[in-house]
């Protein structure tokens, strides 16, 4: 079941709600319906999806549960970095060079749908560019430049560097990091905006979208039917985009992605002496622990600090309190700064962290479980999946390829199985 505190029927009270630009609204599904595709799930997956659909001449429709934007597209820490899945070397046996090597740029490419969705519709969500992998540990650095010298070798096209533990202080105002690398190609921006002016422009290339529509069965053939609480829809291809709320969707689905709970909180807008000395470049950071800290500003210069990653199932019962000592470990000097939002969401995490993207039928499409790199990784698993309904299946094969584990312990037990993993893992991080 989904936390009430942290998961209500509306948008949770983030910072993101307080500062949207946009207020879409959709009506919910009434009565019997025809479309070419129907998606589940309005976040960027379904959305997206929806877009490339309608822009290659397929009447499309979108159904949510509650509203665009309510999962994790609209909670986000609003991080786009580059790159699809982890230690792609690892899949090396299924899908072979060729293989690696198309995922690889795939990783690139996710992020350029996003920068050129934001440029066509001129959606307004603060984007801004550069990023910064922390290092915490000696090792991690060392990780930086195997990836610095491939991203070099594949031809990466934006500007890297990496960065001793004496010049740290140039992109982050603490002591606790021994290095980093930068990248000027990824970045940051609003992820609640960015969903909500997508939505908009799905609709505004004819994409049908309705809101409050749980959906509560689906029959599947030759053609499908989705049933809601007050409609339903007959569609010739069915796109299932629930990830970590996939829950009581469909159990194949449901038993291959974790959620796993992660919290934010948003400072007070900070003085310009502060924040100028927190992130000096306005970069976004992620440290390389298992419980990462992922932490950037705001337009109007709030650190958004999120962290915490949590299998039980259960949310703390205040994030600020949880929270605020994460933060003052990296940045002690923030004592007196009052924490004005606090929210959580889930990120759907599979086993080997590959996003899972593909068919549970001819006519049946899903995609999942992208860990925390979901902003960009949403945006190819959509232009995957519309290019294989749409005929062309030569660049959804690699990641159709990979095999995708089901984790034990069923529905009531899977939780608290990885939740006893994770703490082992965070145990050898503080070693
Ligand atoms: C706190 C947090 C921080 C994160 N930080 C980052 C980050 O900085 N960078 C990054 O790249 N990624 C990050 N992620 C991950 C990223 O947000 C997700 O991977 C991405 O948003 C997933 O998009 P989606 O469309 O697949 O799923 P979602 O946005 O979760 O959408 C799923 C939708 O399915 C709907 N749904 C579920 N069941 C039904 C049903 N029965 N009927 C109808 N509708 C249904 C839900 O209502 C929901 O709207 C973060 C996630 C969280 C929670």
Redesign the pocket.
């Known amino acids: 079941m989904l936390n009430p505190r942290t998961h209500s029927p509306t948008l949770p009270d983030s910072y993101y709600a307080a500062t949207r630009r946009y207020e879409p609204q959709f009506p919910a599904l009434e009565g019997d319906h025809h479309y070419d595709v129907c998606v ?7 959305i997206n999806t929806a877009i490339e659909l309608q822009q290659r001449g397929y009447r499309v429709a979108v ?4 509203q665009v ?13 580059r790159g699809i899945g982890h230690g792609l070397e690892q899949f090396r046996k299924e899908i072979g060079e060729e293989g690696i090597q198309a995922l690889a740029h795939m990783g690139f490419e996710a992020v350029d749908i996003v920068k050129q969705r934001i440029a066509d519709f001129d959606i307004q969500c603060d984007l801004k560019l550069g990023y910064c992998d922390l290092a915490n540990r000696k090792r991690h650095l060392r990780d930086f430049e195997e990836e610095k010298a491939w991203l070099d070798r594949v031809g990466y096209p934006h500007e890297t560097e990496l960065l001793e533990q004496s010049e740290m202080h140039q992109v982050v105002g603490s002591d606790r990091y021994v290095g980093g690398l930068i990248d000027r190609g990824s970045g940051h921006l609003h ?1 609640l905006n960015l969903i909500h002016g997508e939505a908009l422009a799905a609709a505004y290339l004819g994409v049908h979208i309705f809101e409050h ?4 069965r689906i029959d599947e053939g030759d053609t499908c039917t989705v049933i809601t609480d007050r409609g339903r829809i007959e569609c010739n291809t069915l796109v299932l ?6 829950q ?2 469909n159990s194949t689905l449901e038993s291959k992605v974790l959620p796993a709970g ?3 909180i948003a400072t007070e807008p900070l003085p310009e002496d502060i924040h100028t000395r927190v992130l000096p470049q306005d970069m976004a950071v992620c440290d390389q622990r298992v419980a990462l800290d ?1 932490y950037r500003l705001s337009a109007d210069k709030r650190l958004l600090f ?1 962290g915490r990653c949590n299998y039980s199932g259960r949310d703390p019962k205040h994030i600020a309190a949880t929270m605020r000592p994460d933060m003052l470990k990296v940045f002690p000097y923030l004592e007196d700064v009052k924490i004005e939002f606090e929210w ?5 995490i599979g086993a080997n962290r590959l996003p899972q993207v593909g068919r549970l039928k001819p006519n049946v499409y899903f ?2 479980a ?1 860990a ?7 945006h190819m698993a959509a232009r995957l999946i519309a290019e294989s309904i749409h005929g062309e299946t030569e660049r959804i094969r690699h990641l159709e390829a990979v095999r995708h584990m089901r984790f034990p312990g069923g529905h009531r037990f899977r939780s608290p199985l990885l939740a006893l993993g994770m703490s082992y893992y965070r145990l050898l991080d503080l070693f």
């Open positions: 589940v799930g309005a976040g960027y997956s379904g159904v949510d549960r509650f934007g309510w999962g994790a597209s609209g909670r986000n820490g609003g991080q786009l970095i992820p529509s749980p959906v509560i985009c629930a990830n970590a709320y996939v009581g969707l992660s919290y934010i992922y999120g959580g969401g889930m990120i759907g995609a999942q992208y925390g790199h979901g902003v960009n990784a949403s």
